[in-house]
């Protein structure tokens, strides 16, 4: 399998489940990021893990929990979410992360998975 | 912090007509500027980088320039098809990446 790929691909979980969303990235990258996408929204950066370490956290609540155990991989722990979490959780990964300054790298992204909390 | 505007949410146009969709930006000057498809339900879709000192770069049937006296990028469709029916996503390439909210494309056939 090619690319970027995520999963489960659609989520409902009640306000007290435990849940995990999986992506996994076949291009050989350094670089994996969270992004949350609701209703008429712009993207919204999550989390960014470069080289398996968490360099940015955007202000995101502790119910979710970040975790990428190598390269490849890149987990998104859900815990007591609230019906505003309801969203499209997309992953996705690109060459490098630069850290500061403008950068040419482009990223590559996973389907999604559509999350709905109850 | 940097901001990235597109100002309209929908656009709906004819079969042939050339589609342009603006991308505005404020509180930043960046170095490069992406474009990105997204279709209903799936990830986005990288589509062209221009860079500051490049006015203008295409591919195939698109288009896209940049006014950094404006802090603007327009993106051009032309001859377009139903099938360029999608939303269309700008971008600052700064560290991650912050997109503009969208222009939903609906080319009428």
């Known amino acids: 399998e090619t690319g970027v790929t995520q999963t489960p691909r659609h989520l409902v979980m009640g306000m007290t489940n435990k849940k995990s969303l999986k992506c996994e990235q076949h291009?050989?990258?350094?670089?994996m990021y969270w992004y949350k996408q609701s209703a008429k929204k712009p993207l919204e950066l999550m989390f960014v893990?470069?080289?398996?370490?968490?360099?940015e956290n955007n202000s995101v609540p502790s119910r979710f929990s970040p975790e990428c155990p190598n390269s490849s991989h890149l987990f998104l722990h859900l815990h007591t979410l609230q019906p505003e979490d309801s969203a499209l959780y997309l992953c996705?990964?690109?060459?490098?992360?630069?850290?500061?300054?403008?950068?040419?790298?482009?990223?590559?992204f996973g389907p999604g998975t559509r999350l709905t909390v109850l | 912090s940097q901001k990235i505007e597109q100002n309209s949410e929908a656009l709906n146009i004819q079969e042939g007509k050339t589609a342009t969709l603006t991308c505005n930006y404020t509180n930043y000057s960046p170095a490069y500027l992406q474009w990105y498809r997204q279709d209903p339900g799936r990830g986005p879709v990288f589509l062209l980088l221009i860079r500051e000192n490049e006015k203008e770069k295409r591919k195939e049937r698109l288009k896209v320039t940049f006014d950094t006296t404006l802090k603007q990028s327009l993106f051009h469709i032309t001859a377009s098809q139903p099938a360029d029916s999608a939303t269309y996503l700008c971008?600052?390439?700064?560290?991650?990446?912050?997109f503009g909210s969208g222009t939903r494309l609906q080319v009428q056939p």
């Open positions: 971008a600052l390439s700064r560290r991650a990446l912050t």
């Open positions: 291009l050989g990258h350094n670089a």
């Open positions: 996705a990964s690109s060459q490098e992360y630069t850290g500061t300054g403008d950068s040419t790298d482009t990223q590559y």
């Open positions: 893990y470069s080289l398996e370490e968490r360099v």
